[in-house]
């Protein structure tokens, strides 16, 4: 029988991120059902991987790590955490163990009901007797065999890969896991948190930060010098060090739109894609040297090159949100509609190219996560409002802190929904997230009636939801009464009204 795999399960198998398997399935070179991948599927979609067994691992990997992430968070010594992460871990990889063996049971008793009804049936049933004996004894010896083929070295594997470093930031007192293979800079991004930095290659020295407690390794060079004074206060650059142990850090970082500062940056045009008629997918690399500071939801205004306008004009330029997630800082992306009035889409697909200078300038708006609220999140989307959307989805699963996401995605057209594989690769991957795809009827005009209809159908009490709404200005005043009629929490709504998709009636 193959093995079915979680998402998580099958990157560690095979050594790649959660969403190189995404990737994969989007582009329908994976198939994925009911959150999971197949052992043979995922060989034929990674050839050239290296595989290894990780069967104790199944279904329990998320867990694990969550419960060494909470203890971690606790204000015992650190061996005493150390001990009793090592003990859970223990104990639920016996568990899981144990849970592959009952499997295996379930599998032999199917296995000899029907060999008992073939008995039945057959003609000569001291011969099938006696070949149903031997076939059950040989499935009881390698039961056997399998039982003992659990190793203490392999245990022991399973262990360190579990137990990474614990970073505690202060004074925001947010923390993370990070991997001995990575920078700090790198894992805390990865994580989600807007920690501040600027070049990520040890020269400018804005990431620079205190070690309280733990040990540290520099693992790059950095020409950024400090002063003997701050070298003895125990500061370190986050961009070219690792953790060895559990540390402590004492850190600038941003928790909301106006910890982040303007900025202005000069960056290259990585790609540019034609989804539809409608809508162009770009992505912008900014120098290594010169990330942009972002939070998830933000917009930026765009400046097309000078000679790609016309003579005695100023340059071209407009604004868009940004569609990537602020974990994955050497990559922008944009979606920029074609079917509106500025000149902007239509210049970039007729004259811009791979390689091609473009401006940035900001981050702008509010239009961001509250991270610590405890509520479970809807987003609603309209056309191109996908792209704030879709970059605080990627920041909420980066933070992992929600029970629940919701995603309504609303249009005229069934192909407005751009990204339509990718809304239901999360669906399919993940257990806590839902995806409704929203197509009004040609003649429907009641748009916001037709969300409030969902909303009331799909969830009994919206009080305890976080709503982010990326619509046309006038479709949020719309909205905010009728949500307010239905429960939703006046400090609970989100709107994005810098929009650049079809204008919509209501």
């Known amino acids: 029988m193959d093995r079915h795999l979680s998402l998580s399960q099958a990157a560690r198998l095979i050594g790649v991120k959660r969403g190189d398997i995404q990737k994969k399935i989007q582009e329908n070179k994976l198939r994925v059902m009911e959150g999971t991948v197949t052992l043979s599927d995922l060989k034929k979609a990674f050839p050239d991987a290296q595989y290894e067994d990780n069967t104790m691992l199944e279904k329990v990997e998320k867990f694990m790590r969550d419960a060494v992430h909470k203890m971690a968070q606790s204000e015992r010594e650190g061996a005493q955490v150390d001990a009793l992460s090592r003990r859970l871990i223990k104990m639920n990889l016996e568990l899981a163990d144990e849970r592959s063996r009952a499997n295996r049971m379930e599998e032999l008793i199917d296995g000899l009901k029907h060999r008992l009804m073939a008995i039945n049936i057959n003609a000569d049933k001291e011969r099938a007797l006696n070949e149903c004996k031997d076939w059950f004894h040989a499935e009881v010896r390698n039961l056997e065999i399998e039982k003992m083929i659990t190793p203490i070295d392999q245990m022991e594997h399973q262990l360190k890969q579990f137990m990474l470093p614990h970073v505690r930031l202060l004074p925001s007192r947010h923390d993370f896991i990070s991997d001995k293979s990575e920078t700090l800079l790198e894992s805390a991004l990865r994580s989600g948190l807007a920690v501040d930095y600027g070049c990520n290659n040890g020269k400018c020295g804005k990431c620079k930060s205190k070690v309280l407690s733990g040990k540290v390794e520099q693992v790059s060079h950095q020409d950024y010098v400090f002063t003997e004074s701050e070298k003895a206060q125990g500061y370190i650059l986050t961009c070219s060090n690792r953790a060895i142990t559990d540390i402590t850090l004492e850190t600038e970082e941003a928790v909301s739109a106006d910890d982040i500062p303007l900025q202005s940056i000069s960056a290259k045009v990585k790609k540019i894609q034609t989804i539809n008629e409608h809508v162009i997918i770009m992505t912008i ?75 940035l300038t900001g981050p702008y708006g509010s239009f961001v996560l509250d991270e610590d609220s405890p509520n479970s999140l809807i987003f609603v989307a309209w056309d191109t409002g996908f792209a704030p959307i879709k970059s605080l989805i990627e920041h909420a699963m980066s933070l992992e802190n929600a029970d629940t996401i919701h995603l309504y995605w609303m249009s005229r057209k069934v192909e407005d929904h751009y990204l339509e594989n990718l809304c239901r690769s999360w669906n399919d991957a993940l257990d806590n997230f839902t995806y409704t795809p929203i197509v009004l009827e040609p003649k429907t005009d009641v748009v916001a009636d037709s969300l409030i209809k969902h909303l009331h159908n799909e969830h009994k009490h919206l009080h305890n939801f976080d709503l982010y709404i990326a619509a046309p200005g006038h479709l949020n005043h719309l909205l905010k009464p009728l949500l307010l009629a239905n429960g939703v929490k006046s400090e609970n709504m989100h709107f994005e009204s810098t929009f650049h998709g079809d204008e919509i009636e209501d």
């Open 285 to 359: 690399r900014p120098p290594r040297s010169q990330r942009l500071r972002f939070l998830a939801g933000q917009h930026i205004k765009l400046s097309l090159a000078k000679q790609l306008t016309p003579k005695e004009q100023p340059p071209i330029t407009a604004t868009y949100s940004i569609a990537s997630c602020p974990c994955e800082p050497g990559s922008l992306e944009f979606h920029i509609p074609l079917c509106n009035d500025s000149p902007f889409g239509p210049t970039l697909l007729e004259k811009v190219k791979t390689s091609d200078s473009i401006n």
